[in-house]
């Protein structure tokens, strides 16, 4: 029982952290934008390499 409470909790701090990550994301001007774009983007189109 031990166990699965500690597995629960896990589970509750990184939802947790995943939504603070998001609306920090969601909070950086031009941010949300960005991603709605690059979820619209074709596969077939992508950079197969990146000029970083």
Do not use: H
Request: proline letters at 4%.
């Amino acid at each position: 029982m031990e166990q699965l409470c500690m597995n629960i909790f896990d589970v509750a701090k990184a939802d947790g952290n995943a939504i603070r990550e998001t609306e920090y994301l969601l909070s950086v001007p031009g941010m949300r934008e960005s991603i709605k774009a690059g979820l619209a983007e074709q596969p077939q189109t992508l950079a197969k390499a990146l000029d970083w």
